[in-house]
């Protein structure tokens, strides 16, 4: 049984730490990666390995313009890092 929840982080004792991110999984086998960056500058992350016969798609990224700010179907992530700009967040969905 897997958890509903994955917590993405380094180092929890990082008390200085600005960035969270976790993945939620659903029954289907989807899931949703959602990351938080507070700080005042860039943070790459290595994204998670998404679930079977699924790819990351990304629906929300804050940085962005509108309307590439949120795409409802999501674009395809074609790396496995992202580079997640300062006080932005993002979210991507597992589809097929």
Known sequence: MQNDITWHEDNWDNY???FLAFTLHDKSGGGVYLAFNA???FVKVLLP???TNRRWFRVVDTNL???DDFVLNGVPCT???YNIAPYSSILLEAKF
């Open 16 to 18: 200085d730490s600005k």
């Open 79 to 81: 790396e496995t890092t």
């Open 39 to 41: 700080h005042d500058l």
């Open 49 to 51: 390995t998404p679930p």
């Open 65 to 67: 313009k509108s309307p």
